[in-house]
């Protein structure tokens, strides 16, 4: 229990980016059961990364249409949940929203980016050898870089850099990927990842890991909760039981939940047996980690269902959320009182507030389930508002 609540003094108003997604910060470091101390220098670490877009009054409009979230507020959250534990609290933002163009966008992040491995003492050398890779004079695509802390109780986050697979051209995704792995020292990595629609991110595990990893994140358009075990290349991996029983459970195809196929019929295609229908709106996304050089396998997969648009409302993701909790012997009371820290609404009132749930199974760790959890600074999202024609994220 923590003795006092951090303190919110010397932070940008509560009615600008910088001010609210801050004090949202401040408020889910207590329900993590972080330091005040820490709290605070991590609430000011957040509104200096965001540099002048920090300052930017939320009655304007946003500064740029960033991918990050659906309003384009600049920031995310989310919290890492394992049995008899309290939740890892991370922050996603981007460093460079705002910049102007994505050339300036990326530059932006990368100068932010080295002063904050400077402030921490880590090497940004793996970033750094595959700079004109992902930052080549003209780049491409929906994104330049983000920048996720990892919110350590010690107060020096573990960091970790998302980069755009597409920066060169969609249509050289996956050769940049392929390169990005072999620099790194990761030769034959590339050819164990299984077929994708896209590669949205490539992410680096930058200062105190104890095992970093290399992440490929893969999209799979139309995917079905049967099809979901077959992506994964970990050996040995998880049951292909519990993949698909976790997919079904956060697209509201489990007959366990109560909201079992509540969510609009228009989210999905059926072959009229149930198993088989397929996410027709935003995609699911995989991650596969790599930690060695010396095996060609991954030794992490993690499956991302995006509840948001397979879902009526919010509420019903919770119950969603809180069923898979359950099933791995987690308290969901974390991840509501992290609702309550985020927002004052009703469940029932929107949808889009937990965007995404995960499962991650990681050799050596226990299963992990995931919620990310949207800002909502500048929209809240109405209840079943499904766009099945959305960019993936």
Not at 272 to 290: E, K, N
Request: net charge negative.
């Amino acid at each position: 229990m923590i003795a006092h609540r951090p303190d919110s003094r010397g932070l940008p108003d509560d009615d600008t980016v910088g001010g609210r997604t801050a004090r949202q910060l401040l408020r889910l470091c207590e329900v993590a059961g972080l330091d005040p101390t820490a709290a605070e220098a991590y609430a000011h670490t957040l509104t200096e990364a965001l540099g002048p877009v920090a300052e930017r009054p939320l009655d304007l409009p946003p500064a740029s249409e960033t991918f990050l979230s659906d309003d384009h507020t600049p920031v995310e959250f989310s919290l890492a949940f394992v049995p008899d534990a309290p939740p890892t609290l991370r922050v996603l933002m981007e460093p460079g929203s705002g910049a102007g163009s994505l050339k300036k966008s990326g530059r932006t992040g990368l100068k932010i980016l080295r002063r904050l491995a400077r402030r921490w003492h880590f090497t940004t050398d793996p970033l750094d050898d595959l700079e004109d890779l992902f930052f080549p004079p003209s780049p491409h695509g929906p994104l330049a870089l983000y920048c996720a802390l990892e919110l350590h109780p010690s107060g020096v986050p573990r960091v970790k850099v998302y980069l755009n697979p597409a920066a060169r051209g969609e249509e050289r995704s996956a050769e940049t990927v392929r390169e990005a792995l072999r620099r790194l020292g990761l030769r034959r990595a590339f050819a164990t990842l299984p077929e994708a629609d896209g590669y949205p991110f490539f992410a680096l595990d930058l200062g105190q890991w104890e095992t970093p990893r290399v992440k490929v994140y893969l999209r799979h358009d139309g995917l079905a909760a049967a099809e979901a075990p077959g992506l994964c290349r970990m050996d040995p991996g998880p049951d292909a039981a519990e993949i698909e029983r976790f997919f079904r459970t956060a697209a509201g195809l489990d007959a366990e939940t109560p909201d079992a196929d509540a969510s609009p019929s228009s989210a999905f295609t059926d072959d009229g047996r149930g198993r088989q229908r397929r996410l027709t709106g935003r995609p699911a996304l995989t991650c596969h980690a790599f930690t060695s050089t010396k095996t060609e396998r991954p030794s992490g997969f993690t499956l991302h269902i995006p509840v948001r648009a397979y879902a009526r409302d919010d509420a019903e993701v919770m119950s969603r959320a809180t069923t898979l909790l359950g099933r791995y012997g987690i308290d969901p009371e974390p991840l509501l009182a992290a609702s309550a820290a985020v927002t004052s609404r009703r469940l029932e009132d929107g949808v889009g507030l937990i965007a995404y749930l995960a499962l991650a199974h990681q050799q050596g760790h226990p299963p992990r389930v995931t919620a990310y959890v949207s800002s909502e600074a500048y929209q809240v999202r109405p209840p079943a508002a499904l766009r099945p024609a959305e960019t993936a994220r």
